[in-house]
């Protein structure tokens, strides 16, 4: 084969996989703007459910062998909200999510959301908890869902130490 043709077709095959490359790389890590909605519903559907005591609606925004923290499959799911409810004044708590980022990923989509709970059970309302969950969410049949959420509680910063006294 002449040196042109060998260099034709290098290039050529250079060509293919770069294109290939991209194609799949936007195939699986690209989102739709329909997406980006369905996500944000999600978030929705999550808040909406544990506030509410919905167990079940609550559970099903995982995948059935979804995670929440240590909390692993459906019936793990159902009775965290459960206690929630029963044990740790989640009836009389509400979720306020803000700054959702959503990332494409090639499994699905990762996020991340500030939360604040509120305790309503006295007025003013005031703020129990603020923290920031960590996300990975697949697209399945019935739509997006959670496949691994973590929260990390906000922890005040460290004092400083007080500046030692000078000795004269």
Sequence with gaps: MSRQKLLAVGMLSL???????LFAQA???SLT????????????????????????????TFVPDGAFNSFTGHDA???????????M???????????????PTAEGASGSVYLLLIDVSVRPPV???????????VKTP???????RATKGE??????AAPSAAKS
Excluded: C
């Design 27 to 29: 195939h699986n890590s």
């Design 142 to 148: 019935q739509g997006w869902r959670f496949k691994k």
């Design 15 to 21: 060509s293919i996989g770069w294109v290939s490359a």
């Design 89 to 103: 004044n989640g009836g009389n708590r509400r979720h306020w999510n803000s700054n959702l980022l959503i990332t």
């Design 33 to 60: 703007a329909d997406d980006y909605v369905e996500i944000q519903q999600l978030y929705a559907r999550y808040n909406v459910a544990i506030d509410s005591g919905d167990a079940e609606g609550w559970a099903a």
């Design 155 to 160: 922890r005040p910063a460290p004092a400083a």
């Design 77 to 87: 799911l159902v009775e965290f909200v459960h206690n929630w409810r029963e044990k």
């Design 127 to 137: 703020i129990a908890a603020a923290a920031k969950y960590e996300d990975q969410m």
